[in-house]
């Protein structure tokens, strides 16, 4: 069993930057796929980024590519997204995931099979 903790979500203005973190709990975090998606109100919960076990590996929607950064400390059990260039369409509660099967660019919320809480990011305009 895996827990997943999500913090850093705020309120930030358009253009600006925020990190998310994801700290799990458990032995085995450096085996897992890390991914990140969001749900805003009235909308499916939709991808954003995705990380292999050794972070050699990203793929990222494309509505935040160039834009948004996914990366993992090991060390800590912990996955990040830096998040620059906001936009208010970015708004939504943003959830952590962990994938126990090898990474493949997941990008569809039944391939994970964990899931945090969430933090809620609004960006104003």
């Known amino acids: 069993q895996v827990q997943l903790v999500e913090s850093g979500g705020g309120l930030v203005q358009a253009g600006g930057s925020l990190r998310l973190s994801c700290a799990a709990s458990?032995?085995?975090?450096?085996?897992?796929?890390m991914g990140w998606f969001r749900q805003a109100p009235g909308k499916e919960r939709e991808f954003v980024a995705v990380?292999?076990?050794?972070?050699?590996?990203?793929y990222y929607a494309d509505s935040v590519k160039g834009r948004f950064t996914i990366s993992r400390d090991n060390a800590k059990n912990t996955v990040y997204l830096q998040m620059s260039s906001l936009k208010p369409e970015d708004t939504a509660v943003y959830y952590c995931?962990?994938?126990?099967?090898?990474?493949?660019?997941?990008?569809?919320?039944?391939?994970?099979?964990?899931w945090g809480q969430g933090t809620q990011v609004t960006v104003s305009s």
């Open positions: 458990g032995r085995t975090f450096s085996s897992y796929v």
């Open positions: 995931a962990a994938r126990t099967a090898p990474y493949n660019s997941n990008t569809y919320p039944y391939e994970y099979d964990y």
């Open positions: 990380i292999s076990w050794s972070g050699s590996r990203t």
